[in-house]
């Protein structure tokens, strides 16, 4: 039995084309909704044959309505997990309450380590020697819920906002699908105590990407 995944974005799309390329049985994209128009990611979900479409947050006029619209969006294709890839908006607690436990974020950055935005930048100035990409559960906590995984990179002295970006969405584009998979093949949960794969409880500092990887080509 597949489990059904709709993907929320914002913009170009890049982790959901990852997703789309990398994702295995049972792991099945039934539909992708932007909130923007203009977002290249409904483009790479109709290429690949996806149900897509667009809910402009603009057109609403709270947060709450918008929310309650895309609940009921989102809902029509009976997902089993929603992924946030890219999708630039502060849910409403009503919303992240309804898909507790069934809701993956990613965040640029080594979770608890900046979370919000411009976390490159961040990184940079804090002077930091790695930098990465955290897949979470989403709670009530903006960029707080159960870590799952993260991924990281070396900061080389030459980088800047833009070139640290570039490698870190280097490592996404591998994290995300890793942490999708798991979950679509039953392995990956969060319970009262927090995220579980195999059934054993992933620490506050989540999995190490590489160390997962390694066992997955061996």
């Avoid at 927090?194 to 390694?214: K, T």
């Amino acid at each position: 039995m597949s489990c059904r995944i709709v993907v929320l974005i914002s913009g170009s799309g890049s982790n959901l084309q990852a997703l789309i390329d990398q994702l295995d049985t049972p792991a099945d994209i039934v539909g992708v909704i932007a909130n923007r128009p203009q977002a290249y990611g409904l483009q790479r979900a109709a290429a690949a044959g996806i149900a897509n479409e667009c809910l402009d947050h603009q057109d609403y006029t709270s947060r709450e309505a918008f929310d309650q619209a895309l609940m009921a969006r989102i809902d029509a294709y009976q997902p089993d997990l929603v992924v946030l890839a890219g999708f630039m908006r502060i849910l409403t607690p009503e919303l992240v309450s309804h898909y507790r436990g069934r809701m993956l974020n990613i965040h640029p950055s080594l979770l608890p380590r900046y979370k919000g935005l411009h976390t490159h930048q961040r990184a940079l100035e804090a002077g930091d020697v790695e930098h990465g990409a955290t897949i979470h559960f989403v709670t009530q906590e903006l960029d707080g819920g159960p870590l799952v995984v993260q991924g990281r990179v070396s900061v080389l002295t030459n980088d800047n906002p833009e070139t640290l970006a570039a490698r870190v969405q280097l490592v996404e584009h591998q994290l995300y699908p890793l942490a999708v998979n798991w979950f679509a093949q039953g392995r990956l949960r969060f319970d009262a105590e927090g995220a579980r794969l195999d059934e054993e409880l992933i620490g506050p500092d989540g999995l190490r990407m590489e160390d997962h990887l390694q066992l997955n080509e061996a």
